[in-house]
């Protein structure tokens, strides 16, 4: 692991604080997760936005999907 040291709002700080304490947790975990959490988000969203582009690039034709059609019926 390696020490940091950041700049944090005395606001925001304090709601960390309290947390924390609700957790009953080390700051340094609960915004090791915090910035772990983050980071999957963003590459969530990135995902998504690649994934929009690729519609964009080739939409959905009509007929494209109606061989699954049948397949989706639960008897």
Not at 16 to 40: G, H, K
Not at 48 to 70: C, I, M, N
């Amino acid at each position: 692991m390696k020490t940091i040291q950041i700049v944090i709002d005395e606001a925001l700080l304090r709601k960390v604080d309290r947390a924390t304490q609700d957790q009953n947790i080390p700051r340094s975990q609960f915004i090791r997760e915090a910035l772990e959490d983050a980071l999957r988000q963003l590459a969530i969203r990135e995902m998504e936005q690649k994934h929009l582009a690729g519609y964009r690039q080739h939409p959905v034709t009509p007929g494209e999907f109606d061989v699954w059609e049948s397949e989706q019926i639960w008897e």
